[in-house]
């Protein structure tokens, strides 16, 4: 079955530190690949996204994601977070048939 | 202008009632969808229109029934609800059925005593 794994459920970082999430994916065809962020009372916006061409893609708020094929994974990165970076993220994988799949996501709480 | 908008944005009910969450899109989009959060924030799919036939039910009871008049909306009315009914619903639209962007509405958050 299809399905979306992200390492860590909580998170906590000190400002300016560096962030990854990790995030893999189990399906064997293309696939679209998503980073969406839930800040506190608020609802799921895109953070990024991969279709197709480079595998390295750059999204709002100085976040970026590679997606490495081989290893069926599409890590989330920031190299130096904000306490407003605290937030929910969600990755998601679109097969085309129909569905996104959600991971769990990770919590992540910046201090200030 | 709200791209994804749903009503209302705070329910609390008592077990047993019926109640109805409406949501609209405005962006043209041929997909609709709804998801439930629950506490955790773990967020499931529930159902999935594209041009207003459903395309996607994941095993969702059947006290739960949406309605798409048009493409451009998608209500969700639940029958007899549960404590375990109370969570957060997005409704969600997209371009097309194949794995496009999702763009969220606000939310309703439901509290079932």
């Known amino acids: 079955a299809q399905s979306v794994s992200q390492h860590n459920h909580h998170v906590i970082l000190s400002e300016a530190a560096s962030l990854e999430l990790g995030c893999n994916y189990s399906y064997g065809g293309t696939v679209n690949l998503f980073w969406y962020v839930q800040y506190p009372g608020q609802h799921l916006q895109l953070l990024l996204k991969y279709f197709s061409g480079d595998p390295l893609v750059k999204g709002i708020k100085g976040f970026e994601a590679e997606f490495i094929k081989s290893k069926f994974s599409f890590n989330l990165r920031k190299p130096s977070v904000q306490w407003s970076d605290t937030a929910e993220y969600f990755c998601a994988v679109g097969t085309g048939g129909f569905k996104t799949i959600f991971g769990a996501g990770t919590r992540l709480f910046v201090k200030a | 202008d709200t791209a994804v908008s749903q009503t209302p944005k705070y329910l609390v009910t008592q077990m047993g009632n019926d109640k109805s969450i409406k949501c609209e899109q405005n962006l043209g989009h041929d997909t609709m969808y709804w998801y439930k959060q629950d506490s955790k924030k773990f967020l499931k799919i529930m159902f999935s229109?594209?041009?207003?036939?459903?395309?996607i039910n994941e095993t969702v009871p059947n006290r739960f029934s949406p309605k798409s008049p048009d493409k451009a909306h998608l209500n969700l009315h639940i029958n007899s609800l549960e404590l375990g009914d109370s969570a957060v619903y997005f409704c969600?639209?997209?371009?097309?059925?194949?794995?496009?962007?999702?763009?969220f509405g606000p939310g309703t958050r439901l509290l079932v005593l």
């Open positions: 229109y594209n041009n207003k036939e459903l395309i």
């Open positions: 969600a639209s997209s371009q097309s059925s194949l794995g496009e962007t999702q763009y």
